[in-house]
């Protein structure tokens, strides 16, 4: 299965200002997953990042707030602009397929905080 | 909401116990997956079932599918500490090509020495 390299694993951020986070894969795959996790929470999918094409975006989630970036099949940016103390979370990027025997991967995380 | 339920949002056990965490979704799946996390960190797949199996087994996991109930359970027996962690179940759909992970609410489990 694929191996992600998620950059930064923390960070604390002033309000108003924006964070990029990276996600490098070892191998090219065709769709990448950015989740939220809020404190005490579940992951709740942002966006499906397509190579050559826009992401999509989950209801509540707008790209204005979370511009991704998909440059070639090995790499993702999510961005989290203007941020606010509301953005504080942990952040992970995920790939996989749905017909796959193995189940799916995901980056260690970056553990947000706005201050 | 996107998510399915989970239950018991809690559960605190006894090492040398069983833990039974189980699973609701809302949509007709292509597979469901379940997943641990220790302490807010990455997540660690744990096995996967797809809609046509109904029973699977992995080490000391065991866990049902029931696509008429939409529903999933998952069963670790002789538990340990380590297997202190939250525990998540994941659906994808098969109206969904792209494969989109939708989790559910979470297990949170702990198991005293």
């Known amino acids: 299965s694929a191996v992600i390299s998620q950059k930064p694993s923390r960070d604390i951020c002033q309000r108003g200002t924006s964070l990029t986070i990276q996600c490098q894969v070892d191998s090219q795959v065709t769709m990448m997953f950015w989740y939220r996790q809020q404190p005490g929470q579940s992951l709740t999918l942002i966006a499906t990042a397509n190579q050559g094409s826009e992401a999509t975006y989950e209801s509540g989630f707008v790209i204005d707030k979370f511009p991704i970036s998909r440059p070639n099949l090995t790499f993702s940016t999510l961005t989290v602009s203007n941020m606010s103390p509301e953005d504080s979370s942990i952040y992970l990027c995920?790939?996989?397929?749905?017909?796959?025997?193995?189940?799916?991967?995901f980056g260690s995380g970056t553990r947000l905080t706005v201050v | 909401s996107q998510q399915g339920e989970e239950d018991p949002q809690a559960l605190s056990i006894q090492e040398g116990e069983n833990a039974t965490m189980n699973c609701s979704y809302k949509t007709s799946i292509n597979n469901l997956q379940w997943y641990r996390q220790n302490s807010g960190r990455g997540l660690v797949h744990l096995i996967l079932i797809r809609s046509n199996e109904r029973e699977k087994h992995s080490g000391r996991l065991r866990v049902t599918l029931d696509t008429s109930k939409k529903s999933s359970s998952l069963l670790i027996t002789a538990s340990r500490a380590a297997d202190t962690a939250s525990y998540f179940c994941a659906t994808a759909s098969v109206y969904n090509q792209g494969g989109k992970l939708i989790f559910g609410q979470g297990t949170e489990l702990s198991v005293k020495p």
């Open positions: 995920s790939v996989g397929e749905r017909d796959t025997t193995y189940g799916y991967t």
